[in-house]
């Protein structure tokens, strides 16, 4: 089964960074794209930026340029690098994979960017 281990969020200013890591295990991040996506309080989930097997990135329009996805492949593990945070990306985020026609979610980990 797919699984992942998320890191910790936080609490920054407004224009400050975080940087998630998402561990995988089940699968291989070398054979299957992996997402991450964000849950605003009251709002529906949103797809954020996508990194493919051959390390194509893809990103929203709305964090494109201030959003970097990346990937260790000997580790499994794929990162979410957001700088210049706005109080608007304060949400819950999660990596997710597609598995046998389901999307599989990690647990999520709740950030805050503080204006």
């Known amino acids: 089964h797919v699984r992942f281990v998320e890191s910790w969020g936080g609490l920054v200013q407004a224009g400050g960074s975080l940087r998630h890591s998402c561990v995988v295990s089940?699968?291989?991040?070398?054979?299957?794209?992996i997402a991450w996506y964000l849950q605003a309080s009251g709002n529906q989930r949103e797809w954020v930026a996508v990194?493919?097997?051959?390390?194509?990135?893809n990103y929203a329009d709305s964090i494109r340029g201030s959003f970097t996805i990346s990937k260790r492949n000997t580790r499994n593990t794929v990162y979410l690098q957001m700088n210049s945070l706005k109080p608007e990306n304060t949400a819950v985020y999660y990596c997710?994979?597609?598995?046998?026609?389901?999307?599989?979610w990690g647990q999520g980990t709740q950030d805050t960017a503080a204006s």
């Open positions: 997710s994979a597609a598995d046998c026609a389901r999307r599989v």
């Open positions: 089940g699968i291989t991040i070398t054979n299957n794209p």
């Open positions: 990194i493919t097997e051959r390390v194509a990135a």
